[in-house]
């Protein structure tokens, strides 16, 4: 409600913004004092005159100092502001706004959103956006596929700009020299797409979901379907265009190695503005051979996940086997069940993989007749659940692809679990209300052999397996249903449960599956770790740390769970 005298109380002024600043303080340290009498009063205080009230209850503060400072100086100003600039009096606000929002639990009116968007071109406008937030005393978010789970590349607490890159998304593919460069607003789906029309003799080693924006995920890490053969995205990013704080733009040499050792894994929106990352494009045969196959407790599901943990970080690096672990009704009895899918992707064919598995794991029981040989391209799509005939373009068509609607948290394991502690999973998953999914990724591999410490991303010896668990929201209107909650807190005991079976001091998480139960606190150090040393552990985090002071050192680049400053 605090939001609507907000409006009342606007003016188009400086001091009208630097009172909101304040306001939105007062009301984020005071938040048990939320009536409308108390803030009719701030309002009133304030402002001596509600004359002309209707023409300010839509124009935010600051908004059109910000403009002023950010348009051209041309006869064509109207057109550019309403094409690359966006406020909420558009049109066209919340369409540009909610079109990469990929977690639809964010799409609700209660959803704090930008006082501007931002929608560059190049990089100067970027540049301009930058300054100019600086200077109107904006805080910047920055959103390439908007996937981050918690929302935070468009969502604040405060007066914010939204640069969002989706209007820079080249990619230029050099087969000769096996490198790409890739604006931040491209998806991973557009990347592979872009490979595919040049080679497919080269790939990249990142995940398999379509709209996944390049910019966000690098920052982060990033891992797929190739990390056993080639570690993770981050690991193969060899340069950088990159914005500082002060609108300096650096490459990999300019910025120096701490800063280019900090932004791939270390969360590159916690330092500047990422303007286009150089990959490194992998080698990779004409045809893979992948497989999908189920497995419940009544064909042994059980003892099968078991030596699963044993063999699938073990086996040969060109073999990645993903699982996907629900709980379900047995044909249309009331018993419920639980189905593990084994997905495999193998850089390979079947004449090579085939002896392999009879080897290393004839318990799977993998056969010939469910063996595909296919594109690395048309595997993307098969792992994201369509058949290998689908039409690979469907990469490239970000609505075609359906959002997330949920909730998730993350963990790694060092030890394989033992068959009790399985079943109490299972247990667990058969009380779900068949919201729930476990997805765990084998790790192992080229991953043991980089050191915590060549990236900020620091999973990697000794981890056995990744699991990502979660719940959707699907047939409630919010994520605060009775429903819905319930679902959250089922998840939020899974999470107990698992704590004996998954790694410890610190409990490890992924940053790039951000989950704000953690902890958001970042006054001081005994805050932070909280969360900071679970995503990267110490050594990494504080390393972080002190890399940010240089580079951001008023903390201009700040959001829930970034790198912070003491």
């Not at 100086?73 to 558009?90: A, D, E, G, R, Y």
């Not at 991303?457 to 990744?466: I, K, W």
């Not at 939020?492 to 989950?515: F, G, H, I, M, Q």
């Not at 005994?526 to 050594?539: C, H, P």
């Amino acid at each position: 409600m605090h939001d609507v005298w907000f409006k009342l109380c606007e003016k188009k002024t400086q001091e009208a913004h630097i009172f909101r600043l304040l306001l939105t303080q007062m009301v984020k340290k005071y938040s048990q004092i939320r009536s409308c009498v108390f803030l009719l009063v701030l309002c009133l205080s304030f402002s001596n005159s509600w004359a002309n009230l209707s023409s300010l209850v839509d124009v935010t503060p600051g908004t059109e100092n910000f403009i002023s400072c950010i348009q051209p100086k041309s006869n064509n100003v109207t057109s550019f502001s309403q094409q690359l600039i966006i406020t909420p009096v558009n049109a066209s606000f919340i369409p540009i706004w909610q079109v990469a929002v990929q977690n639809t639990r964010f799409l609700k009116p209660s959803t704090p959103k930008p006082s501007i968007i931002v929608t560059p071109v190049d990089e100067t406008l970027v540049q301009k956006a930058l300054f100019c937030a600086k200077k109107h005393g904006y805080e910047m978010r920055i959103r390439s596929g908007g996937h981050d789970y918690e929302g935070l590349s468009y969502t604040a607490d405060v007066p914010f700009v939204m640069l969002d890159f989706t209007n820079m998304r080249s990619i230029d593919v050099d087969v000769a020299n096996r490198s790409a460069w890739v604006q931040p607003g491209a998806v991973l789906g557009e990347l592979y797409y872009s490979i595919s029309q040049k080679t497919d003799t080269l790939y990249f080693p990142a995940g398999v979901c379509p709209t996944v924006g390049v910019g966000g995920y690098m920052g982060g890490g990033g891992y797929g379907n190739l990390l056993r053969k080639y570690g993770t995205a981050a690991d193969n990013v060899v340069d950088v265009r990159f914005m500082d704080v002060n609108g300096n733009i650096l490459d990999r040499k300019s910025m120096g190695k701490d800063l280019f050792w900090a932004i791939r894994g270390g969360g590159a929106s916690s330092f500047g503005i990422v303007l286009a990352w150089k990959l490194r494009l992998v080698p990779v045969p004409e045809k893979v051979t992948v497989f999908i196959l189920n497995k419940t407790l009544e064909e042994g599901a059980t003892k099968i996940f078991h030596k699963y943990q044993y063999v699938a970080p073990t086996i040969d690096r060109n073999l990645h086997i993903r699982t996907q672990v629900f709980a379900e009704y047995i044909g249309n009895t009331t018993k419920k069940t639980i189905r593990i899918m084994f997905e495999g992707i193998y850089q390979g064919t079947r004449d090579t993989l085939l002896p392999l598995l009879d080897e290393k794991f004839p318990e799977l029981g993998v056969r010939r007749e469910i063996c595909e040989e296919i594109r690395s391209i048309q595997s993307t799509v098969v792992f994201w659940g369509l058949p290998s005939s689908t039409p690979i373009e469907i990469l490239t068509n970000r609505s075609a692809i359906a959002k997330l609607n949920n909730k998730s948290k993350s963990d790694y394991v060092r030890t394989p679990i033992p068959i009790r502690g399985l079943r109490k999973i299972w247990r667990k998953l058969m009380q779900n209300d068949g919201s729930a999914l476990l997805m765990i990724n084998p790790f192992g591999g080229r991953m043991a052999d980089y050191s915590e410490s060549a990236i900020p991303y620091p999973h990697r010896a000794g981890v056995l397996l990744q699991i990502l668990k979660t719940v959707n929201f699907n047939g409630q209107t919010s994520d605060t249903t009775p429903t819905s909650l319930k679902r959250i807190m089922w998840l939020r005991s899974l999470d107990e449960l698992l704590t004996p079976y998954v790694s410890k001091n610190p409990r490890e998480a992924y940053s790039n599956y951000n989950d704000l139960d953690l902890g958001v606190g970042s006054s001081n150090y005994e805050e932070a770790s909280l969360w900071g040393e679970r995503y990267r552990k110490r050594d990494n985090f504080q390393k972080l740390i002190r890399i940010k002071a240089k580079v951001d050192p008023d903390n201009f680049f700040p959001r829930p769970q970034s790198i912070p400053v003491f």
